[in-house]
């Protein structure tokens, strides 16, 4: 778990600037000619801190929740079916962590595009207006884009690694893990970025305007119509930006802390053997 808290947290702190301008492109024109004028060094780190603190307990629960069920399929499946291990082990994952990672999503996305000043401020806001059910809005779509977008990414980084073993006979290093996680979120983001668009859209809605969306699929078809197929893919090189390095940090982080902690525990368990052969 520690792996995962430091390895998610470390990637999207760094990233966050990223994100925030990613989201920024993802508003309707008239909003991003208005944000552009003021925009700011400053302005790209709004809601940093929403996204560092909540990014700690996701990825703790993220990849602990992937081991576990992973292991537990790997009881009952062939390791042919490794690849649907894979993505059904990240889509159960992300379910269970969408407890923390939707309002983790609804608090940096809305100060990332400016509606609240603060973290403090959108806390209390979205508590006041839309109530404990508000820090879960966009709850569907969000799911709807991160379940296929993380499970399409640990799959390609999983059989990018069994395929490097294969070819290599032996395992990836460090700087390769990075590399390896790199070329994952890439193809997951160049397929899942018209869902992102549509997720971030329905996110920023608050209950106390207007609602220009009514669900997912009027969302999709009222760009399509109202802005053209182009807007889906506005945001996909500041995503690319965002999140290639940051899939590439987390997994690389990960693997590498992993192999640490399973070298330690090897060092101890011949420790105890050597002491118990002694006695």
């Known amino acids: 778990m520690a792996a995962g808290a430091l390895s998610r947290s470390i990637a999207q702190t760094l990233l966050h600037p990223a994100y925030t301008y990613k989201t920024i492109l993802q508003l309707k024109v008239a909003d991003i000619d208005t944000i552009k004028k003021t925009l700011t060094f400053g302005r790209l780190l709004r809601g940093i801190d929403a996204q560092f603190l909540m990014s700690v307990p996701h990825g703790a629960f993220h990849f602990y929740v992937i081991d576990r069920v992973k292991r537990l399929l790997a009881q009952h499946m062939s390791p042919r079916w490794n690849f649907l291990a894979d993505f059904t082990s990240s889509a159960v994952s992300t379910l269970i962590c969408s407890i923390i990672s939707t309002p983790q ?19 209390s806001s979205i508590w006041r207006n839309e109530g404990a059910l508000g820090f879960y809005r966009g709850w569907w779509p969000a799911l709807a884009q991160k379940i296929p977008s993380y499970g399409l990414t640990w799959v390609f980084f999983q059989q990018l690694q069994r395929s490097y073993t294969e070819w290599a006979r032996e395992s990836p290093s460090h700087e390769g893990n990075f590399i390896l996680g790199a070329l994952a979120a890439a193809s997951s983001v160049a397929v ?29 078809v009222r760009i399509l119509r109202e802005e053209g197929i182009g807007t889906f893919y506005r945001a996909l090189p500041p995503r690319l930006v965002a999140v290639v390095p940051m899939i590439a940090i987390q997994f690389g982080i990960y693997e590498a802390m992993k192999a640490q902690f399973r070298q330690q525990n090897r060092r101890k368990q011949e420790s105890l053997l050597r002491d118990g052969s002694g006695r």
């Open 105 to 123: 999503m609804v608090l940096t996305d809305r100060l990332m595009a400016g509606l609240y000043p603060s973290m403090a401020v959108a806390i």
């Open 192 to 220: 899942m970025i018209p869902m992102d668009t549509i997720k971030t859209r329905l996110v920023l809605q608050t209950s106390s305007g207007q609602l220009a969306y009514r669900g997912v699929a009027d969302c999709f």
